[in-house]
């Protein structure tokens, strides 16, 4: 079993940064690609981002393209979500989430596709 664990939430003003950290356990950490995901008050849980088990191919939700970056750390068993450029839109619970395969395959955007969740973490920007 796989136990994901955020970090690095918090609160910050509009116009800055903040970087989540994902820690992965249980698994070989270079078998899972993993993804971010946010839910926002009232919304549904949506798809911010994705990073293949190499670190090789990102993904990105029209929303945060150009201001929030996925990387990974193989040897730390950890993937990081570089946050700038905040907006209140941003405020929400973020997840990470990872699942098993060789490749990023279609359905990365969709929960469905995910086989471990980590509890969340706050985020909250203020105008």
């Known amino acids: 079993q796989v136990k994901l664990v955020e970090s690095g939430g918090g609160s910050v003003q509009a116009g800055g940064s903040l970087r989540l950290s994902c820690a992965a356990s249980?698994?070989?950490?270079?078998?899972?690609?993993m993804g971010w995901f946010r839910q926002a008050p009232g919304k549904e849980r949506a798809f911010v981002g994705v990073?293949?088990?190499?670190?090789?191919?990102?993904y990105y939700a029209d929303a945060v393209k150009g201001r929030f970056t996925i990387s990974r750390d193989n040897a730390k068993n950890t993937v990081y979500l570089q946050m700038n450029s905040l907006e209140s839109e941003d405020t929400a619970v973020y997840y990470c989430?990872?699942?098993?395969?060789?490749?990023?395959?279609?359905?990365?955007?969709?929960?469905?596709?995910?086989?471990?969740w980590g509890q969340g973490t706050q985020v909250t920007v203020s105008s």
């Open positions: 989430a990872a699942y098993e395969a060789p490749y990023l395959s279609t359905g990365f955007e969709r929960e469905a596709r995910y086989d471990h």
């Open positions: 249980g698994r070989t950490f270079g078998s899972l690609n």
């Open positions: 990073i293949s088990r190499s670190g090789g191919s990102m």
